[in-house]
T-cell receptor
Framework: DAGVTQSPTHLIKTRGQQVTLRCSPI?????VSWYQQVLGQGPQFIFQ???????GRGNFPDRFSARQFPNYSSELNVNALLLGDSALYLC???????????FGSGTRLTVV | GENVEQHPSTLSVQEGDSAVIKCTYS??????FPWYKQELGKRPQLIID?????GEKKDQRIAVTLNKTAKHFSLHITETQPEDSAVYFC????????????FGDGTTLTVKP
């Protein structure tokens, strides 16, 4: 049984560009959350989606947006990239909005 | 919003010794407290969790305690082994929605053989 898969695993972008990160949850999982993990810090909550609706948003600027598709996969978009957006972006999924979240291995984004 | 503080930031122990990592939280509404282990370059993995209606939970060499009055919870690892070396994160979530967890900044545990 496949775990949470994220793509791409690594990417390098230039300041001002836009990026789209993708997440496929575990089969049967309907809730997806996105986190940003800056080196040396704990993950910081960005978004949560459940049943294709946004159910929570962390303290991030409007440059960050996300959506969830009918198959429960999700995309995270970041516009007008800044150097400070360089981080590991983690996706986690759960069958519901309660407990039991499983993390993917993340996408390492480097902004130069 | 919720704030989680974690101590110590680094911890070095000898193989076979015990390790304790402590976290405090600010929002009394938080009632779910998971602990994650993250090895270098890998994803965070849930190792144990506790809900606010329980004061202690144990799973083999790992235990977690919760003091709701003081708003702190701790991870205890006994008989440490070199493979326990990793970064450990505590987290807290309000209500039962673990998908919106607030994490501590992590503790780097090194177990020396």
């Amino acid at each position: 049984d496949a775990g949470v898969t994220q793509s791409p695993t690594h990417l390098i972008k230039t300041r001002g560009q836009q990026v789209t990160l993708r997440c496929s949850p575990i089969s049967g999982h309907k809730s997806v959350s996105w986190y940003q993990q800056v080196l040396g810090q704990g993950p910081q909550f960005i978004f949560q989606y459940y049943e294709k609706e946004e159910r929570g948003r962390g303290n991030f600027p409007d440059r960050f947006s996300a959506r969830q598709f009918p198959n429960y996969s999700s995309e995270l978009n970041v516009n007008a990239l800044l150097l400070g957006d360089s981080a590991l972006y983690l996706c986690a999924s759960s069958p519901h909005r309660g407990y039991g979240y499983t993390f993917g291995s993340g996408t390492r984004l480097t902004v130069v | 919003g919720e704030n989680v503080e974690q101590h110590p930031s680094t911890l070095s122990v000898q193989e076979g010794d015990s390790a304790v990592i402590k976290c405090t939280y600010s929002d009394s509404a938080s009632n779910y407290f998971p602990w994650y282990k993250q090895e270098l370059g890998k994803r965070p993995q849930l190792i144990i969790d506790i809900r606010s209606n329980v004061g202690e939970k144990k799973d083999q060499r790992i235990a977690v305690t919760l003091n709701k009055t003081a708003k702190h919870f701790s991870l205890h690892i006994t008989e440490t082994q070199p493979e326990d070396s990793a970064v450990y994160f505590c987290a807290a979530s309000i209500g039962t929605n673990a998908g919106k967890s607030t994490f501590g900044d992590g503790t780097t545990l090194t177990v020396k053989p």
